[in-house]
């Protein structure tokens, strides 16, 4: 379902910071989430931020939510070429994950 | 330790054949679900269940089938394998409350010739 918007490609050299963008159009969404997809693998929870949260930090991610412009962000801090990946920005519909087509990192050395 | 398995990894067949992908998981987890993934499109979903003889039809279930017999198990059939259904497949699986978001397969590609 393309409820969930991403752009599809972003490009960052490494130990720089990567910022994916989504936006959603569920405002009643309890959870959003990030997942990772490596080649040839299924998807890998990131992180996930409740709706009554505006930020959450793990690491080297950050979340940021605007939940007024039902918009999503994940910040990854000091990017390595391991964080190459397809990530993608999911929100909660009852029982059920709707996500986005995915924005594919690639990290330049 | 538990975990979600799908097979198998690849499966090449002819149109019209029927195929049936497997999944299994061992986390106890009443919902199941199974995704295609293409490129441009993301994950679409196929059918879902949240139970035992539960099943549902998802966004692009037109050509596939499941069934819920126990918990484990959600097995994806295609009735009749058409070159459009060439994809990768993923099942995946959750708690009731959703708080923890899908646990993942690693996913079937399956080419129809």
């Known amino acids: 379902g393309e409820d969930v918007e991403q752009s599809l490609f972003l490009s960052v050299r490494e130990g720089d910071s990567s910022v994916i963008n989504c936006t959603y159009t569920?405002?009643?969404?309890?959870?959003l989430y990030w997942y990772k997809q490596e080649p040839g693998a299924g998807l890998q929870l990131l992180t996930y931020?409740?709706?009554?949260?505006d930020m959450k930090q793990d690491q080297r991610l950050t979340v940021l939510l605007n939940k007024k412009d039902k918009h999503l962000s994940l910040r990854i801090a000091d990017t390595q070429t391991g964080d190459s990946a397809i990530y993608f920005c999911?929100?909660?519909?009852?029982?059920?994950?709707?996500f986005g087509a995915g924005t594919i990192l690639r990290v330049k050395s | 330790d538990a975990e979600i398995t799908q097979s198998p990894r690849h499966k090449i067949t002819e149109t019209g054949r029927q195929v049936t992908l497997a999944c299994h998981q061992t986390?106890?987890?009443?919902?199941m679900f199974w995704y295609r993934q293409d490129l441009g499109h993301g994950l679409r979903l196929i059918h879902y269940?949240?139970?035992?003889?539960?099943?549902n039809k998802g966004e692009v279930s037109d050509g596939y089938s499941v069934s819920r017999s126990n918990t484990e198990d959600l097995p994806l059939t295609l009735e009749s394998a058409a070159s459009s259904q060439t994809s990768v497949y993923f099942c995946?699986?959750?708690?009731?409350?959703?708080?923890?978001?899908?646990?993942f397969g690693s996913g079937t590609r399956l080419t129809v010739v």
């Open positions: 931020i409740f709706s009554n949260m």
């Open positions: 986390w106890n987890h009443n919902n």
């Open positions: 269940s949240y139970g035992v003889h539960d099943t």
């Open positions: 995946a699986s959750s708690e009731t409350t959703g708080t923890y978001g899908y646990t």
């Open positions: 999911a929100e909660s519909k009852g029982n059920k994950l709707v």
């Open positions: 569920d405002s009643s969404s309890t959870y």
